[in-house]
């Protein structure tokens, strides 16, 4: 039903930006949970951010200040601005939406923060 793709990874030196892109193609896009994710190589996949339908945003503490989640529902896409980078914000960040018992997940974006 909902297809996600995403972009905008890539190397970032420490306190450097990015913003990553979701877009995706399906039906009834405004009524997803729209979160990111992140995997780091040899840990869990973590929470990151999520943006409810509507105003709502949340955050995992460390990226809390430094990241930005942003829907644009016209558009069917959603963002993370990611500021003031840091090596150990280094995974495979990937896109995700949830409504009800469906979820879906993009193929994920390569970040990597490093001199």
């Known amino acids: 039903q909902v297809q996600l793709v995403e972009s905008g990874g890539g190397l970032v030196q420490p306190g450097g930006s990015l913003r990553l892109s979701c877009t995706a193609s399906g039906s009834d896009f405004n009524l997803y949970t729209m979160a990111w994710f992140r995997q780091a190589p040899g840990k869990q996949r973590e929470f990151v951010a999520r943006?409810?339908?509507?105003?709502?945003?949340f955050y995992t503490d460390s990226v809390k200040g430094r990241f930005t989640i942003s829907r644009d529902d016209a558009k069917q896409t959603a963002a993370l601005q990611m500021n003031s980078l840091r090596p150990e914000d280094t995974a495979v960040y990937y896109c995700?939406?949830?409504?009800?018992?469906?979820?879906?997940w993009g193929q994920g974006t390569q970040v990597t923060v490093s001199t």
């Open positions: 995700q939406a949830q409504w009800g018992a469906d979820i879906y």
């Open positions: 943006a409810l339908p509507g105003t709502f945003t």
